[in-house]
């Protein structure tokens, strides 16, 4: 391998970086209107070795609620896959009276089918939306079990802001392919999901 070296101050005499993020497809788009969940059943094969979710606006029909995700090995007809995951989350409100960093036990999952929250207290005011990313590893492989990372922030029913950083991996080496978003109770009245194939 080798090392790409800048040794022009000017960014407009860069022509190469000695780096690569991977490039973005953007596969897919689907936007919420009182939506009891938003699926990816389609696209999710072995064309790309991640798949990035980008969550712009997301917004409750329910106060106080979770927001979530599951798996599917079957195109759909089940997200049931087992899990097991981290989650902590950071906060601080607008009255600057409060802030905490937590690792949050009550939300994770070991070896379990439930749906992984990735946001918790979502709000219903007018304002008061999620956005992030969430990204899931080699979906399609027969061998390895399937990591995923994600990484939220909310404006919280409470009037405080919080960050979400979930990961884990779905135990199957089973290919996914298909994803299911949705709130632990009622709808997503309004946001959108895009999907996107890294190169």
Do not use: C, W
Not at 153 to 176: E, F, K, M, R
């Amino acid at each position: 391998m080798s090392l790409t070296k800048i040794s022009n101050n000017s960014l407009s005499a860069i022509s190469t970086l000695p780096f690569s993020a991977g490039a973005l497809t953007l596969l897919s788009t689907q936007t919420a209107s009182a939506s009891a969940s938003i699926e990816f059943t389609s696209g999710i094969d072995s064309t790309y070795s991640s798949y990035i979710f980008k969550f712009i606006d997301i917004h409750s029909g329910t106060d106080n609620v979770e927001f979530q995700v599951n798996f599917s090995t079957d195109g759909g007809s089940n997200y049931n896959v087992t899990k097991t995951t981290t989650y902590v989350n950071a906060n601080h409100n607008e009255a600057d009276t409060s802030a905490s960093l937590n690792y949050n036990s009550g939300r994770d999952l070991a070896q379990s089918t439930a749906y992984q929250q990735i946001a918790h207290g979502l709000g219903t005011d007018n304002d008061q939306t999620v956005a992030g990313t969430l990204q899931i590893f080699n979906p399609s492989s027969d061998t390895f079990v399937k990591h995923f990372i994600s990484n939220l922030n909310v404006y919280h029913y409470a009037d405080l802001t919080q960050v979400y950083y979930v990961a884990g991996y779905g135990n199957t080496t089973s290919p996914i392919n298909a994803i299911d978003f949705k709130m632990s109770s009622g709808n997503i009245d309004d946001g959108i999901i895009k999907m996107y194939g890294v190169s």
